[in-house]
């Protein structure tokens, strides 16, 4: 049973353009939701993360966006650039715990 | 060290040994989480310590996985008789706080293959 679902296994972006990640989730009482960043051989890195109390967070570039009604979270990277190409993970926090479930990643290139 | 640091980076098994992995966390961070990352697929949820106390053991898979954190700083993850599931990356993550509103910090990760 996946409560985190990230449909997309990859996605394309010219450089400078928007890249546009997504992710689902099943479970209403999810209270915290991360974006990490993974290259390979090496650990995730937090990115961006945004409380359920709010709808959009935004830092630099990145700029995450939860729409609770449709149990959705989407990602936005303006402008895309050729160091972002990396897999991205959505994860969230079921509220009461201290723990994560994550998605299973979408790989983002980023084209010169 | 500046960061969470994993060892060893890779290990390889024959089917029915036993293996320790190992995680020292950033100093003074008090959360301590192992995930076990299958591949292709996100991080999943092992256990979770509190400075040496480990509050949560729900996503560990069998009774052959067994994790301390005993002074409260590096951790230990240990699987007895391995089996080929048992084939993964395991990271370590550690945070500053005690409740994850913060980001926590994962390690390179032990790519661990059981043969």
């Known amino acids: 049973d996946q409560q985190v679902k990230q449909n997309s296994p990859s996605l394309s972006v010219q450089e400078g353009r928007i890249s546009i990640l997504n992710c689902d989730y099943t479970?209403?009482?999810?209270?915290?939701f991360l974006w990490y960043k993974k290259y390979p051989a090496e650990g995730p890195t937090f990115l961006i993360s945004i409380s359920s109390i709010k709808d959009k967070n935004e830092d630099g570039r990145f700029t995450v966006f939860l729409n609770k009604s449709a149990k959705h979270l989407s990602l936005h990277i303006v402008p895309s650039q050729p160091g972002d190409s990396a897999v991205y993970f959505c994860?969230?926090?079921?509220?009461?715990?201290?723990?994560?479930?994550f998605g299973t990643g979408t790989r983002l290139l980023v084209s010169p | 060290g500046a960061g969470v640091s994993q060892s060893p980076r890779y290990k390889v098994a024959k089917r029915g040994q036993d293996v320790a992995l190992r995680c020292d966390p950033i100093?003074?961070?008090?959360?301590l989480f192992w995930y076990q990352q299958a591949l292709g697929q996100g991080p999943e949820f092992l256990t979770y310590?509190?400075?040496?106390?480990?509050?949560?053991k729900s996503g560990l898979p069998s009774d052959r996985f067994f994790a301390e954190r005993p002074e409260g700083s590096v951790s230990t993850l240990k699987i007895q008789r391995t089996q080929q599931e048992d084939s993964a990356v395991y990271l370590c993550?550690?945070?500053?706080?005690?409740?994850?509103?913060?980001?926590?910090?994962f390690g390179q990760g032990t790519r661990l293959t059981v043969v």
């Open positions: 310590f509190q400075n040496e106390a480990q509050l949560d």
């Open positions: 479970n209403s009482m999810f209270d915290y």
């Open positions: 994860a969230a926090r079921p509220a009461g715990f201290q723990k994560l479930v």
């Open positions: 993550a550690s945070s500053l706080g005690a409740f994850l509103n913060t980001e926590a910090f």
């Open positions: 100093s003074g961070h008090v959360s």
